[in-house]
Nanobody, 117 residues
Framework: QVQLVESGGGLVQPGGSLRLSCAAS????????MGWYRQAPGKQRELVAA???????NYADSVKGRFTISRDNGKNTVYLQMNSLKPEDTAVYYC???????????WGQGTQVTVSS
């Protein structure tokens, strides 16, 4: 049974930083494409960043230069370091694990990130 458990969300002021973590179980973690998605109220869920089994990364244009995705295969965990946060980064952030870009994969329960003064 696949389980993805996100943590690290919260309230932060504009310009601040947060680090999200997603601990995975029930999968051969090192073989999976791991991704972070977000969904703001009234908007569709969108890809924020992803990292594949070769550590190749992909970022949404809106977060390039501010967010960094990384993975620790020994801990079955993927991270999202978020710097220079903006109010428009406010959303529920979801972790995703998939075996290929064409598969739906599995989702975590989400963690709320709120950027506000």
């Amino acid at each position: 049974q696949v389980q993805l458990v996100e943590s690290g969300g919260g309230l932060v002021q504009p310009g601040g930083s947060l680090r999200l973590s997603c601990a995975a179980s029930g999968i051969i973690f090192r073989l999976y494409i791991m991704g972070w998605y977000r969904q703001a109220p009234g908007k569709q869920r969108e890809l924020v960043a992803a990292i594949d089994s070769s550590d190749i990364t992909n970022y949404a244009d809106s977060v390039k230069g501010r967010f960094t995705i990384s993975r620790d295969n020994g801990k079955n965990t993927v991270y999202l370091q978020m710097n220079s946060l903006k109010p428009e980064d406010t959303a529920v952030y979801y972790c995703n694990a998939r075996t290929s870009w064409t598969s739906t994969g599995n989702w975590g329960q989400g963690t709320q990130v709120t950027v506000s003064s």
